[in-house]
């Protein structure tokens, strides 16, 4: 079994020495950045649904006290609650958030 082993780790090597890095830095920061992207929108539907659409007292203060566990921007997503018309479209929402993040704060 140790010879198995032994065997296993030694192809893994050799494979993982011919093969390039799968993401380069600025991939990897893009992918970041995309996810967190996505991570926001998602609350920022969810706080949708929960504030305008159902006016769920609860369930909007369990959303706001999850976004400060997860330490998010309040600013960001009270930008993009109000900002932002048609929370359903990705594009606009991306829009709003790319103004909101080219923001020069003094």
């Given at each position: ?20 890095l799968l993401m380069s830095t600025g ?58 018309s048609f929370h359903d479209d990705d ?16």
């Amino acid at each position: 079994m140790l010879f198995f082993a032994g065997t296993i780790m030694a192809t893994t090597q050799r494979s993982s020495e011919k093969l390039p890095l799968l993401m380069s830095t600025g991939a990897a920061e893009e992918c970041r950045l995309r996810n967190d992207r996505q991570s926001y929108f998602s609350v920022v539907r969810d706080l949708v649904l929960a504030q305008f659409v159902l006016g769920d007292q609860e369930l909007t203060t369990r959303l706001w006290k999850d976004v400060g566990d997860r330490d998010l921007d309040v600013g960001r997503i009270v930008n993009l609650l109000y900002c932002c018309s048609f929370h359903d479209d990705d594009e606009q929402m991306r829009q709003v958030d790319d103004a909101f993040l080219s923001l020069d704060v003094l």
